[in-house]
C-alpha cells in the first residue's frame, strides 16, 4: 500500500517529536512535511533539535534532513502532504485561524490543540467512546464552504485515564451522576522546557492553567450525541477535579471516586464492574486500527498498582491501567487510573484519531 504524506505542525515540540518517532514505521501515513514556529524554520529538522531532541532514541532518517517551514506559510505545504498532525503550541486564537486555513486549501487537520475542542461541529475524538462524531464533519465542511479539509481533534490529556472506564460503564447501563477526581500529572504534559526544575525535582505543584476546567467539561462532549449536524453535549456526569503536576515524566495519574446515577439495588457489584472493563472492546480493536491497543483498559490487582513507570507503556502507550478498585465511603466506587499523556494523551492518541478518520473514508481522494 502506498504510506500517505503527512505533515506534522509543531514538529520540533514536545508532542511534535513524538509524532516524528511514532510515525517512523507506520503502515498507513508517512512524514514528508515539518513546520514550527519562524525560529525552526529554514533549518534541516535533525539541526533544529539538536539540543532538544527528546526521545531516547536516534531521530527518524526519512525525517532528520527535511527542511523545516514556517507554520504559518500554508503554501509551502502545497503538494508535499495530504493532510497534517497540529501540536503548536501559541495563542487559541491563532490556532484556530491557522487550522482553518489549511482546512481551507483542502489540507485536513488532525489537532491535539485545545483551540477547536469546543466548536460545535468539530468532533473532539477517543475513538473507543465516539467514533460516530466524526460524522459532523459533512456539516463543518458545509458550514465553512470547505472541499476537503476539516478539522477533528482529541481531547485533553488529564482525562484520559478515567474516560474509557466510565464509558465502558455507561455503556452496559451504569450512568455515572458524580465524580471526584484528583489528577497528578507528568512534567511533559507541559512541554519543553516546561516547568522549572526548581519548581518541580522535590515539589508539587497543585496548579495547572486551565486544566480543571478542561478535565471537568470535556467529558460532556466526547460523551455527547450528534444530532442535527452538530454535537449536543451530555447532562453529566458532574465532575469535580484537582491537577497536580508532580515530578514524573511521562503518565498522568487519577485518582477517580464516583457515585452512579441508579438506585442502591441497580449498582453494579465491584466484580461486574471489573469484567466489564476487563471485556471492553470497541471500534479500534474490531477494525484492527494500527495504533489500537489489544485490550483498551487493563484490571491490575496490586494494593500499589497502578505505577507511571511500570504501567505506561501498556498496550503500547495506549491502554488505560487500573488499580485499587474498591468501594467508596462517600461514593459509590474508587479507583486509581494510569494512562501515558503523549502516547494515549498526545501524539498516538492523534494518530488513532487520523486512523479513524482514514478507516472511515475521510482521507480518500485528498
Ligand atoms: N505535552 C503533552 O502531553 C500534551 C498533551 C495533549 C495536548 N498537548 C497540546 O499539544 C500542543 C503542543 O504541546 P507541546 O507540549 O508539544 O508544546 P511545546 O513542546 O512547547 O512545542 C510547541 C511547538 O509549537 C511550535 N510553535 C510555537 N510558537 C509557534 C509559532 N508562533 N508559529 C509556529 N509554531 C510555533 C514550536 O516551534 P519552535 O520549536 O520552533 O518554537 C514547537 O514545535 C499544545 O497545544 C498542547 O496543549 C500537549
Known sequence: MNKIPVGVLGATGMVGQRYIYLLKDHPWF???????????????????????????????????????????????ALGKCKFVFSALEMGKDEIKALEAGYAAKNIPVVSNA????????VPMLIPEINPDHVSVIAEQKK??????????????????????????LTQKGYPIKRMIVTTMQATSGAGYPGVPSFDMIDN???????????????????????????????????????????????GHTACVSLEFDLPDDKKPSLEQIEKIWTEFSAYPQEAK?????????????????????????????????????RKCRVFDIRFVALSHNTKRGAAMGGILNAELLKAKGFFDNL
Request: glycine residues 8%.
Open 143 to 168: 458550514h465553512h464552504g470547505w472541499d476537503k479539509g476539516f478539522v477533528a481533534v482529541k481531547p485533553n490529556c488529564s482525562l484520559q485515564s478515567y474516560m474509557a472506564p466510565i464509558f465502558a
Open 30 to 76: 508517512e512524514v514528508t512535511y515539518v513546520a514550527a514556529s519562524p525560529r525552526s524554520a529554514g533549518k534541516k529538522y535533525k539541526d533544529a533539535v539538536e539540543s532538544r531532541w527528546l526521545i531516547g532514541s536516534d531521530i527518524p532518517s526519512g525525517v532528520a534532513d527535511l527542511m523545516v517551514e514556517d507554520a504559518s506559510n500554508i503554501e509551502a
Open 289 to 325: 486500527l494500527p495504533s489500537a491497543p489489544e485490550h483498551a483498559i487493563v484490571v491490575r490487582h496490586e494494593e500499589n498498582r497502578p505505577q507511571p513507570r511500570r504501567d505506561r507503556e501498556n498496550g503500547k502507550g495506549m491502554a488505560v491501567t487500573i488499580g485499587r478498585l
Open 114 to 121: 485545545s483551540a477547536n475542542r469546543w466548536t460545535d461541529d
Open 204 to 250: 508539587i505543584v497543585p496548579y495547572i492553567g486551565g486544566e480543571e476546567e478542561k478535565t471537568e467539561t470535556e467529558v460532556l462532549k466526547i460523551l455527547g450525541k450528534v444530532e442535527g449536524g452538530k454535537i449536543v453535549n451530555a447532562q453529566g456526569p458532574l465532575v469535580s477535579a484537582h491537577c497536580n503536576r508532580v515530578p514524573v515524566i511521562d
